[in-house]
């Protein structure tokens, strides 16, 4: 039987049946509905047949559920039938545009959605792309008349699923992930966080993005591990519910991005603290944006006391060009963290390690090493020369996790994954974007390549920009700005657009604010912001696993789409 997630699925299901593949958490809090392993196997082949009699395989299905444990079903039918699944958020209608874009893209053949999402979004969907079949959980489970061969559908070259990017650096595009790609992952993914089929996984990532999807959905599938699940809205209301189900359930894998580890040191109460036992807590990931050190040395200290262990934090790095997992430290090891002088960090340059208090220096964490045979390189982007250890440049990743390119955009997929470092004759490497450096065996991330900001003949980093301005004044809201320059040509000026709290909706002089930021980014950066707008709460555009849309903030910016709460056009409106 050939090697993929739905023969282990069946593996699994035969070797021990009884064995809970999911658990979903309604409200985070209450266990809802639960799937063995031999039920999950029963509704997959279900799934798979029905599919297969509707003739879908080799072609694209949308999938749009809001509860995991629908949408994990559907997404396996897809894989046991042959059919590429294309996994997505549920819009709302006001985003609908983006969602009818991406169903054009991937040349959808049908929808497979829950039954509210159905009733909500059909009707306005068709109306955009022309009518398309939709296919509810319910419809597929009971209509399984044909016989297929689980394994059909799953041979290792061909695609699994469509993972779209997040369009935080441009429009979304379908990287082109193969059954192959999830088994080099897979193994990837177990080497680096040393994990068993022992290994219990939390999880309130959304679904339908790589950390959500590979690392908690499809790799206990690939252990035959147990996976418990939430919503990302359940997280985000209470972040307690987070940690209080990794220590009720004993979880010994969970994580999220750099904002959710801020957000429980900000928001769990101390008596809320002292009912956790987060001893079990082995692998604690964090990845998907900047890891920053702050926030690392805030959780640990924060959660010491419920039995966290410093060394359980384990900052990554990875990509959906390259399936999901990149790099990765060593478990039970706190990750180095060194400092680097800003003005050293320039493209084709040598960094220059600095003292942590002096004003120049700033922090970065490793994100380790790669641990599934990748061969990782720092080239600078311009003459595709690789450089030295210690050198900034962007990071190219040859392997056999890098997908296979983009659905429909063979232009950008050679740009992105046909790329030739000079004096190298092996294979063509993966263009990450990424910006980085090698030190003592480590790889740091420095930022985005799209995102560098030139001033002056030097480049800087919006993020770092974006953290001195909010530590500068309370009133500005956590990860809640984006700096950007005009898009004049020759024209270096920063503007910072950045939300606000409620609270500093409520009573903050604006005045002040301005005043402490544009203080804070010259004492720490030596360069003044041009144009500082402070937005309300929930208003700076994010892609849907919620990083910041520089781009498109600066495209709103210069269409005078982003309301100044200053302004006198915002005088009336209610925070």
């Not at 809802?32 to 599919?51: K, M, N």
């Not at 061909?158 to 193969?178: D, E, N």
């Not at 990748?374 to 003459?383: K, S």
């Amino acid at each position: 039987m050939t090697d993929n997630l739905i023969s282990r699925l069946f593996a699994s299901a035969a070797s021990h049946p009884g064995k809970i593949a999911f658990r979903y958490l309604e409200r985070g809090e209450q266990v809802g509905q639960e799937l063995s392993y031999q039920e999950l196997a029963a509704r997959v082949t279900a799934i798979g047949r029905s599919l297969a009699a509707e003739s879908y395989r080799h072609q694209r299905a949308v999938l749009l559920f809001a509860q995991p444990l629908d949408f994990i079903q559907a997404f396996l039918g897809c894989l046991a039938a042959g059919v590429t699944a294309v996994p997505l958020a549920v819009s709302s209608l006001k985003n609908l545009d983006t969602l009818a874009g991406i169903c054009r893209d991937a040349d959808a053949a049908c929808v497979i959605a829950g039954t509210q999402e159905r009733q909500q979004l059909q009707a306005a969907l068709d109306a955009r792309t022309g009518p398309l079949p939709w296919h509810s959980l319910e419809e597929l489970l009971a209509g399984a008349s044909a016989q297929v061969d689980p394994d059909s559908g799953a041979a290792g070259a061909r695609i699994a699923f469509l993972q779209y990017t997040s369009g935080s650096t441009g429009a979304p595009k379908g990287v082109m992930v193969t059954h192959a790609n999830l088994l080099a992952n897979g193994a990837a993914i177990c080497r680096g966080m040393r994990m068993s089929r022992d290994s219990v996984f939390v999880s309130w990532l959304p679904h339908y993005h790589d950390m959500g999807l590979i690392g908690n959905l499809l790799q206990p599938i690939y252990l035959g591990a147990s996976s418990t699940l939430m919503r990302p809205i359940d997280f985000i209301q209470k972040p307690i519910r987070w940690l209080r189900a990794v220590s009720d359930f004993g979880a010994t894998i969970s994580g999220g991005p750099n904002f959710a580890f801020d957000l429980c040191v900000d928001k769990i109460t101390e008596e809320q603290r002292a009912g956790l036992d987060l001893a079990k807590w082995e692998v604690a990931f964090t990845g998907a944006e900047p890891v920053k050190a702050a926030t690392v040395a805030r959780f640990a200290q924060a959660f010491a006391r419920c039995g966290l262990r410093a060394g359980a934090i384990y900052p990554c790095y990875g990509m959906a060009e390259s399936t999901l997992f990149i790099t990765g430290g060593h478990v039970g090891t706190a990750a180095p963290i060194k400092h680097f002088k800003a003005d050293s960090l320039t493209i084709g340059k040598s960094v220059a390690e600095s003292e942590p208090d002096l004003p120049e220096s700033l922090p970065f964490v490793s994100c380790g090493q790669p641990h599934g045979g990748e061969q990782l390189r720092i080239v600078h982007p311009d003459t595709h020369l690789s450089l030295l250890a210690g050198y900034v440049g962007e990071i190219w990743l040859r392997g056999e996790s890098n997908a296979v390119g983009y659905h429909g955009h063979a232009d950008a997929s050679e740009r992105s994954f046909g790329a030739r470092v000079i004096g190298d004759s092996g294979g063509a490497f993966l263009r990450t974007g990424d910006l980085g450096t090698i030190e003592d065996g480590h790889l740091y991330i420095l930022g985005r390549l799209k995102d560098v900001l030139i001033v002056r003949g030097r480049n800087y980093y919006p993020q770092d920009i974006e953290s001195a301005a909010q530590a500068a004044h309370y009133a500005l809201a956590p990860n809640g700005g984006a700096v950007f320059q005009r898009a004049v040509p020759h024209d270096e000026q920063l503007v910072l657009v950045h939300e606000l709290t409620r609270q500093g909706m409520r009573d903050a002089n604006l005045e002040q604010i301005g005043e402490a930021v544009r203080g804070a980014v010259i004492a720490e950066h030596g360069i003044a912001l041009a144009k500082i707008v402070l937005i309300k709460p929930g208003q700076l555009p994010r892609t849907t696993s919620g990083k910041v849309r520089r781009n498109l903030c600066r495209e709103m910016f210069e269409r005078q789409e982003l309301l100044d709460v200053g302004s006198p056009e915002a005088e009336e409106i209610e925070p």
